[in-house]
């Protein structure tokens, strides 16, 4: 028998309502003579209430404690919605993450999957039940809670159909699927059919919030095939998979968008070996994620360098430039934080010349300044004015022509 | 060093300012240099909450499911308090039932403890941590969450206290200890500084909620010392212990009143052996509590039985009786549900005639007719019209000199 693994999250399972709708949409995946395995998150903002009273108590609580806290919102919904299972007439059950046999680390709020022992699964769906997995958490060797950090109801479900062997692994949320450009700024994007892990990956992390990327590496590595879609509609939705076809595909897959940019440029630094690492190393040591980096030509042995970093990180960043630049010898900071990123992507590209170039004329057509570049293998951004991302946004739409897509 | 276990009810627990405050109690008991467990119950009303969050999902939710549900309630609760005492500077960990060793049978919504495994609550001690236990809820032998029904933290608390010899149980709640009867009919009730086991067992069984039945009987077979008091005072409160200090101890200790009582009185019952059984099988069989049960003489082989119900259990009863009445040949069933129970419960009565008499003059003295009387060794409980229990509760209090105490 097939084993397909179904993943909700907060807004499709966030009432009473929503979770009997969801458990109809697995009844129906039963009734089609499968192995179903559901991974829930937490209803709604439960995640967010929770955090909140934590904060009620203490200001710093601590990720051991927190992690316990934060991972009841799963369990509710995971006996919910088995419920609302056995209300409809199917076997269910519910099982926490350690019952699953999600076996992580110990880095509280953030751990990682070690191995999934899924023997309980496998023996629950022998007996016939439809099993309902509490996501985003695990237990470490010691017996000890812990959650998987963003993404982590996501990453459980792909981890679950990895070990399963499972044919596929869908993903619901309240979006149709990735789109070759956010809808909400360009009417004319397209629902895409296919994607590969790589062009998700870009588009992903690139500001398409549909899965997180964690979950599309792991999905990658063990060549597990992804369907995202909405709990909502019936629409198919996207499939995420090792390949798209080859015929259907064009070469640019779609327009990526992130606001969550700031840039730091340090002025006057001298240009010296050592001196990156000087910088970026106590960055890294407290966990400020550093995008992308611009070093200019040197002139008098004294250079300027730039650097981005997500918005949210620019003061923990700042309070730790400042000190260091006495003892680096640089001149000054300048910030910016009302920059944004567009990218395009598409592993089409990567073979191909006069992407970039297609790229940076329609940006300047269209206005645009184009105050830093950087690219992967498979997609070219820029760092433009945040006021300037619909703009941006919607006329590489029309000139990678993705209406047509 | 001596262990010290303290448990927090719901309503000292309620709130983060609630929370907060059992943190600097427990951590005076920290620094009294204790080391010291803490059994929690789920905050205020969470469990109403949760059984309403299910009951909009299915009407009848599966136990096994519910208490998984039911669980997160102590999990939050523990967190929470754990990161409130980390931020007065103590260490502290949350354990839950299942970590912290609580091993019960499989009887869901009323698991029976079977076992406590309190190694990894004493390594966390030794570790000069302050544990918090969820209480409530326990694991099985196959890793199942179960919960423990009624009266399960209290349960938690004492069974702790019992595997980790401790010093002493504190319950605390929202009640200052055991009354000589209940203050809000009786103003002059005093606060007892001491009361057996079996007296409170009497005591606490006949209305007086202030900890449950079941841990006071599992702290009399463990020889547990168990003080209740009140989180939101500094008052001693009420030591249970093995037996109260001979002296200063009057013959009855307090007076009891329960006004969750129903009559059914089965009139014209064929008087032949196997007549009770017939009747009293199929009411135990669907877990309705019979409680005093009184056998007219017979008159040609004809009698009448009458029994008491809890109120609550009173439709269900009936439900039962009916269909019987024919079978046993009985004329007819009548109810009453406008009956309360009054007490005097003390162990110094039981080698000491004049104590029933004196109960009943009193009440007789103030008008009160008496329906039903049943006695245990350490109790006489008359049954009355609920609309005399004040006047019959201080009459008695006034009879036996409890003001004194």
Chains 1, 2 share one sequence.
Do not use: W
Request: glycine residues 8%; contains cysteine.
């Amino acid at each position: 028998m097939t084993v397909v693994v179904q993943k909700y999250g907060g807004s499709s399972v966030a009432d009473a309502d929503r979770i009997k709708n969801a458990a109809r949409r697995v009844g129906k995946a039963k009734d089609a003579g499968n192995q179903v395995v559901v991974v829930v998150s937490a209803m709604g903002d439960t995640t967010d209430d929770l955090i909140a009273l934590a904060q009620q108590v203490t200001e710093r609580p601590r990720d051991r404690e927190l992690d316990v806290l934060l991972s009841t919102g799963e369990l509710v919904s995971s006996t919910l919605l088995s419920m609302a299972l056995e209300n409809l007439g199917y076997k269910a059950v519910s099982l926490t993450g350690a019952q699953a046999g999600i076996q992580t680390d110990s880095a509280y709020s953030r751990a990682r999957i070690l191995r999934v022992d899924a023997s309980r699964i496998i023996s629950e769906l022998e007996r016939d039940n439809i099993v309902i997995v509490a996501g985003f958490q695990g237990v470490t060797h010691d017996m000890d809670i812990t959650t998987l950090g963003r993404g982590g109801s996501d990453t459980t479900a792909v981890a679950l159909a990895a070990s399963l062997g499972a044919e596929v692994c869908q993903i619901y949320s309240d979006v149709e699927g990735v789109y070759t450009a956010d809808p909400r700024l360009v009417p004319e994007a397209m629902n895409l059919k296919e994607i590969g892990y790589e062009e998700m990956l870009e588009l992903a992390s690139y500001g398409a919030k549909v899965l997180h990327p964690r979950a599309v590496e792991l999905g990658q590595l063990y060549g597990v095939t992804i369907v995202v879609a909405s709990s909502f509609s019936n629409r198919a939705g996207t499939t995420i998979c090792k390949e798209a076809s080859m015929e259907v595909r064009n070469k640019v897959r779609g327009i990526a968008h992130d606001t969550n940019v700031a840039k730091i440029t340090v002025v006057g630094v001298p240009d010296h070996p050592g001196i990156a690492a000087a910088i970026f190393e106590p960055l890294a040591k407290e966990n400020v994620s550093v995008d992308t980096i611009v070093q200019n030509a040197s002139i008098n042995n004294i250079t300027d360098l730039t650097f981005t970093v997500a918005r949210t990180d620019l003061p923990r960043a700042m309070s730790l430039m400042e000190p260091l630049l006495k003892s680096i010898e640089a001149k000054q900071c300048i910030t910016d934080s009302t920059l944004a990123k567009v990218s395009i992507v598409g592993t089409g590209m990567q073979n191909t010349p006069g992407y970039a170039a297609r790229m940076f004329r329609t940006l300047h057509e269209a206005g645009i300044n184009i105050q830093l570049i950087t690219t992967s293998e498979i997609r070219i951004t820029c760092i433009i004015s945040e006021d300037k991302v619909k703009d941006a946004v919607g006329a590489l739409h029309k000139a990678f022509e993705l209406e047509k897509a």
